[in-house]
């Protein structure tokens, strides 16, 4: 049976590559929404993916996934940036203080539809504003929800993080393994 990730995520396809399962990348044009809950919205998010690509391929295992940062104080969900402006917009509501990162996890295939989610607090160090200007100008920031890749030189922001750091760079794989299990494609 064939196993599809429905992300054109470096980052995620990376984390799969890790599990020595076989699979095949396949980009979704799913549009992505935001919902006051950020559980919710990755799950969404998730299951839209996952959706858009299943359609086309039955029979087969798909796999689709969203990350989002939410800032708990101001109850605001942070996704992709738009642009430099709205980088660092997002870097400076970060910086000093603690978010969480929410990835939900969706798997379709002939035993149907499983979705979750995980989350992780990280917390942010204060970061010099010309330290987030140079990585702004580095472009790292580009397609990453909340403007940073903990996997990449944003790590020197990151003073703690609680919980899993896979669901922190966007693929939580303790949940990939347990939805992936019922296939008998063992992690």
């Given at each position: 049976?064939?196993l ?13 590559t ?92 002939p ?44 790590s ?32």
């Open positions: 049976m064939e599809i990730l429905a992300s054109a995520s470096p980052r995620r396809k990376e984390l799969l890790f599990t020595g399962i076989p699979f095949t990348v396949l980009s979704s044009d799913a549009a992505e929404c935001s919902v006051d809950d950020p559980a919710e919205t990755v799950i969404l998010n998730a299951c839209s993916k996952c959706g858009a690509i299943a359609r086309n391929h039955p029979g087969s295992i798909v796999l689709g996934a969203d990350t989002v940062v939410y800032l708990p104080g101001r109850k605001e969900i942070l996704g992709k940036p738009r642009n430099e402006d709205d980088a660092r917009r997002m870097l400076h509501l970060l910086n000093g203080n603690e978010h969480r990162v929410y990835t939900g996890v969706c798997v379709s295939g035993l149907g539809e499983n979705k979750a989610y995980d989350a992780a607090e990280v917390v942010f160090d204060r970061i010099p504003d010309d330290v987030i200007d140079g990585y702004i100008a580095s472009g790292e920031y580009k397609g990453k929800a909340g403007a940073y890749a903990i996997q990449g030189s944003a020197r922001f990151v003073r703690r993080v609680n919980g899993s750091v896979t669901c922190v760079i966007g693929l939580p794989m303790h949940l990939v393994r347990e939805m992936l299990l019922p296939y008998g494609l063992l992690l």
